[in-house]
């Protein structure tokens, strides 16, 4: 009888401990129907790291603000990335990891080809310098 006890709170120890050690649940990205256009992502790291993503396209827009403080999405440029015409369905994914913004990712499923987010520094008329954030394909 004592064993009996011994192992079920040792069990009980035990499972406690790897629930405490489940990824947390943050709402990164939403869930959207299998045919929906449209999703917002967002990376755990930070709330600039929010994306719109035209799932059929492959067009994406940061959330940024205006100069009055009000949200709004900016389209961001997908070097290489091909125009569809006409798209019928869901063929774009976007990936944030939770490690660094740099291991963030958007693939065209159909092809398997990845773009990279990417940050770089643009100097304005004014000589002021600004992030510019835009999708770089990987090598081929």
């Known amino acids: 009888m004592r064993y009996i006890a011994l192992a079920t709170s040792i069990a009980l120890m035990l499972g406690g401990a790897a629930l405490a050690q489940e990824p947390s649940d943050i709402h990164q990205h939403t869930t959207p129907p299998p045919n929906a256009r449209f999703e917002i992502v967002q990376s755990e790291l930070a709330a600039k790291w929010t994306f719109r993503l035209d799932r059929f396209k492959g067009h994406v827009a940061q959330l940024v603000k205006t100069k009055d403080g009000e949200d709004t999405w900016e389209e961001m440029a997908a070097i290489g990335l091909a125009s569809i015409q006409n798209p019928t369905r869901a ?50």
């Open 91 to 140: 063929r774009f994914q976007l990936f944030t990891s939770g490690i660094a913004a740099r291991h963030t990712f958007m693939i065209d499923t159909d092809t398997g080809k990845t773009w990279v987010l990417v940050s770089n520094k643009k100097t304005r008329e004014d000589g002021t310098e600004e992030e510019v954030n835009a999708w770089q394909p990987f090598a081929e």
